[in-house]
């Protein structure tokens, strides 16, 4: 039994010629199926527009390499895969905070000697400008990919800065904490 295709693939290569108008009418016929998958893997959540613009967003970039129309909706299938993966390694949800915003406050208020106070200032001197600017935009909310694109970083490089700059606050506060007893 023979399944109709959902995109024409003259269609597809337009739009890998650069037709705006091409792409845009493959995003029309595409939303519906993948707003359906999404839902069916995460429910009806806020998450769900964005894994399909994130799904998108993949298709867009990806679309000049497709050697083959006709696996246009494989390539998206993939994509949505992907990013349902991503959705449940914690890219969408709260654990993208390895480090939030309040963590230092929270660290602070349950140190075992709760009446020395932590310099803070002192700790957070102790880093460059430029990790110092990746934390505030941490605690700001921005994401890694984010952080990575304004600062022309790589966003595992800005992983990796937070991580260090974490690790060295800990130890220089941990440091303040138990060394003023």
Do not use: C
């Given at each position: ?103 230092l406050s929270r660290w602070s ?21 430029k990790v110092r600017t990746i ?47």
């Open positions: 039994m023979s399944r109709n295709r959902l995109i024409d693939a003259a269609l597809v290569r337009q739009a890998q010629d650069g037709d705006e108008v091409a792409f845009e009418a493959i995003v029309r016929q595409l939303d519906p199926m993948l707003r359906a998958w999404f839902v069916s893997r995460v429910g009806q959540r806020a998450e769900v527009d964005d894994l399909v613009q994130n799904t998108l967003l993949r298709l867009h970039r990806g679309l000049p390499d497709l050697h083959d129309p006709h696996r246009l909706e494989a390539f998206v299938m993939r994509a949505a895969v992907f990013e349902t993966q991503d959705y449940y390694r914690g890219r969408y949800g709260p654990r993208e905070h390895l480090a939030g915003p309040d963590a208020e349950t140190a075992p000697d709760a009446g020395v106070r932590i310099d803070a200032e002192r700790a957070l001197g102790l880093l460059s400008e934390l505030e935009m941490r605690e700001y909310g921005y994401r890694y990919a984010e952080i990575a694109r304004s600062l022309d970083m790589t966003e595992a490089a800005v992983k990796m800065q937070v991580k260090r700059a974490l690790r060295k606050l800990r130890k220089a506060l941990g440091e303040s904490a138990g060394g003023d007893a």
